[in-house]
């Protein structure tokens, strides 16, 4: 007998994307019905499917071979109350089924116990009620049968233990809950935008109201929910995790950067390293109770402490998942008084920097085209981040980077793309070198035509005016829509 699970969860169970299995739904080639997919059709259509090797499946044989310990009940499993309300409620699901059974199985014997009534008093004469009573003799020996084990619905019960799938509306978004993660923090981890402030319980700008399912507190808040909110099924989400396996949600999402406020922030210089000759590497905590709300692909001013007015506007080369910790990547630039002072060692870890922002457009496309991303240089900062936000979402079918280098050491983080290269199948990474950004354009473009021009996708490009104005025009040259090229002018 068929299974159905989620294109969400069964993404999950195979660790396939789930742009992949929603393409195969739309050809025909993977049996759906009413959003969900048949566990059947998705191993037939993947025979090799490794379930002990694929996906969040082999979170669940970790959890068996390591019997439960302590490094497992700390990252992978939910608290012990969370835990103890998931048992509960999926028991109470099996218990409904088990009673519905007996229900139909009293019924059937039954309508079994009357054919035989109505045979005697005909005499044991009648084909039709013999005929009848053995179909149904015959159906409920089926049914009772025992059948071979669904492996992937094995899996999913499992899962749905250990993790909980969220459906937030009216977006349809989705994200699972894992571990001890908050609402907020495990949609942040997937790359859902929902409204938050301090992430702390303070402010409440993350209210959500609870559609379907449950919910468990996990810490404590200080802003106090009126009776009416209360009444409504309103809670917090960064005090409150998911007590059932299915919960769903209502509240409002960033669409763009016109939804994120200009925030005003002091934070904490963690770390200063040089990557590359020319390259500093700038990591940047927020306090706890004011954390910083951006797209990824945003920018923010950063400023001194100490009041001598300088300042400089860089972009975030981190995903907005994790908020309090800010990356940035800076050059050496005589006309940046930010970077100046950072490469003369005027600042130094535990010093104070303002962070005030966030500004630009250069954000991720909706959708679930290819995504290729173009940088020159310090491009990579804000491109890295909207990667980052891309391989959360889990929504693009392909991605695929070209970097071009002008400067010596200018590919600073290039283990980061060979990282990524050898953990995801979709994402493919080439770099280029040139003295000059213009030139390089040319040469990055030339690969580009052989391998991506014909393919719909959304390009976002970053760097300096030449590389990025090279590369839109030869975009455009090649049929590309202005809609599709998304830029970033960086000095």
């Given amino acids: 007998m068929a299974q ?19 393409r195969q739904v739309r050809a025909g080639e993977l049996e759906e019905n009413e959003g969900l997919v048949s566990t059947r059709s998705l191993l037939a259509l993947y025979p090799q499917l490794q379930l002990e090797s694929a996906g969040l499946a082999e979170r669940v044989v970790q959890i068996r071979d390591e019997s439960f310990g302590r490094r497992v009940r700390e990252r992978l499993l939910p608290s012990q109350e969370v835990l103890a309300q998931r048992l509960f409620r999926q028991s109470q699901e099996l218990a409904d089924a088990q009673r519905h059974l007996q229900r139909y199985h009293a019924l059937v014997v039954a309508l079994r116990d009357q054919i035989q009534q109505r045979q005697r008093e005909a005499g044991g004469d009648d084909p039709r009620l013999a005929a009848l009573e053995r179909e149904l003799a015959t159906g409920l020996a089926r049914v009772l049968a025992t059948e071979p084990v669904d492996a992937l619905h094995v ?35 997937n790359g859902v935008n929902i409204n938050y402030g301090c992430g702390n319980g303070s402010c409440g700008m993350c209210k959500v109201r609870v559609i379907a399912g449950e919910v468990a507190r996990t810490g404590h808040g200080d802003y106090a929910l009126s009776e009416a909110e209360r009444a409504h099924g309103h809670v917090l989400a960064c005090t409150h995790t998911a007590a059932s ?10 669409g763009g950067p016109a939804d994120i406020p200009l925030q005003h922030i002091t934070a904490t210089v963690r770390a200063l390293r040089e990557l590359a000759p020319g390259t500093l590497h700038l990591h940047l905590q927020t306090p706890r109770t004011h954390r910083l709300r951006f797209l990824a692909g945003q920018s923010v001013t950063l400023a001194l402490a100490g009041g001598d007015g300088a300042q400089a506007r860089h972009p975030v080369a981190s995903c907005p998942c994790d908020d309090r910790n800010l990356h940035f ?14 490469f003369d060692h005027a600042v130094r870890p535990g010093d ?21 991303f173009v940088a020159c240089d310090h491009g990579f900062a804000p491109v890295k981040s909207l990667i980052e936000h891309a391989l959360s979402l889990d929504a693009a079918p392909s991605i695929t980077l070209f970097w071009l280098a002008t400067r010596p050491g200018g590919h600073f983080l290039a283990n980061q793309c060979r990282a990524w290269s050898a953990a995801i199948d979709l994402f493919e990474y080439s770099l280029f070198t040139d003295t000059e950004a213009a030139a390089g354009a040319l040469q990055v473009a030339r690969a580009m035509r052989a391998d991506v021009f014909q393919i719909d996708c959304e390009f976002h490009l970053a760097g300096p005016v030449d590389f990025v104005m090279t590369i839109a025009a030869q975009l455009a040259e090649a049929g590309v829509s202005e809609g599709q090229i998304h830029v970033e002018v960086l000095p």
Avoid: C, N, Y
Avoid at 14 to 20: E, L, S, V
Avoid at 166 to 173: E, Y
Avoid at 245 to 254: H, K, Q
Avoid at 359 to 367: I, K, P, S
């Fill in 155 to 189: 899996m999913d019960d499992m899962l749905k233990l250990i993790s909980a799938h969220v459906t937030v509306r009216p977006s349809g978004h989705q994200f699972v809950v894992e571990g001890h993660d908050t609402l907020l923090q495990a949609a942040l981890r």
């Fill in 352 to 372: 104070a920097m303002t962070v005030w922002g966030p500004h630009g457009r250069f954000t991720l496309a909706e959708g679930s085209q290819p995504l290729v």
């Fill in 245 to 254: 396996s299915e919960l769903t949600i209502e509240t409002l999402e960033a």
């Fill in 4 to 22: 159905w699970v989620s294109i969400w969860r069964a993404a999950q169970l195979a660790g396939i994307p789930r742009a992949t299995l929603q």
């Fill in 329 to 342: 990547f800076l050059p050496r630039d005589p006309e940046d008084p930010v970077a100046t002072r950072l």
